[in-house]
């Protein structure tokens, strides 16, 4: 029989692209989602990927009783957790809400995975972790240093908790440390929707492209990197999904070495916002209205990441390109005029 897999946040940008690579994959998907940052119609674009319409419960998990009546309905084989606030600067005007949310609901999981002996549990971490690190690319060895944000925050502490409950519980667990997800999957059916104006960069410049957007502000060029733009690494989403299959699956089969680890899961390449605009106008064949503007606050100079570990342990690596990650960012926008 098919193992079935908790997706929570499972309609969102990284969430549904993982319930396609699952459901490709073999396994069964349930889905739980609050529809806060997305929508239904979601759920059937899945389906009509994947030809299979995944279970879904509108829940919201701050909600402790919708959590236990949850797991009371359905027998889970593991859970990758996406659902969670992400906006950094709105996470330091509602620090509660931003804690209650990401981290209230990862708990009342991982109670119920106690309770019920559950096991394998991945988590959706962030390269914020490092902040700026000294040493680039970043490796899992570089140290975790004091968060910029409260959304950066709720993501340190998220996994200090997966890392002490599973010491304390045996609950199998890996956080992925995802570096810039970009793109959308190569059918266009899926991909990301920001509400209002969007603060990623490919977004932005998808929107300023189709013209939604009067010009892209490029934050600083007066960074030590070789073109004065600040440097990221910009993982393909599709590639970014499958990372978690390959995470699952590790779990699954017990290869982990560790029963709480952590990867860092980007290209190991790293772009600046200039080759990044250049990318997207070769890529797209469109020209792109832009204007230096003074740094970001909070922004880092760069941070791009040694996949070394990743490819080894996981079995996993990127497939996709910028370029690719650009092009299909670009059809999706066009698809929703
Ligand atoms: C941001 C978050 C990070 C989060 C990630 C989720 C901050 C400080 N960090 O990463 O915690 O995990 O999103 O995707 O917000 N840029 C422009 N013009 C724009 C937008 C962005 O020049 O209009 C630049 C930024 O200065 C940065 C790069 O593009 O150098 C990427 O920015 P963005 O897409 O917002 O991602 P991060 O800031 O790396």
Known sequence: MAKQILVTGGLGFIGSHTVVELQNAGFDVVVIDDLSNTTLKVLDQIAEITGKKPSFEQIDLRIK???KNFFDKYQVDGIIHFAAFKAVGESMH???????NNLGALVYLLQEMRDRKLDNFIFSSSCTVYGQADELPITEK???????????NTKQIGEEIIQDASKAHGINAIALRYFNPVGAHPSTKIGELPLGVPQNLIPFITQTAAGIREELSVFGDDYPTPDGTAVRDYIHVVDLAKAHIAALNRLIEKKNKESYEFFNVGTGKGSSVLEVINAFETANDVKLKYKIVDRRAGDITAAYADTTIANKELAWKTELGLQEALKSAWEWQLKQK
């Open 142 to 152: 570089a140290p975790v240093k004091k968060a910029e944000s409260v959304y950066g």
């Open 94 to 100: 509602k620090p509660l809400d931003y804690y209650e």
């Open 65 to 67: 009783q919708d959590v």
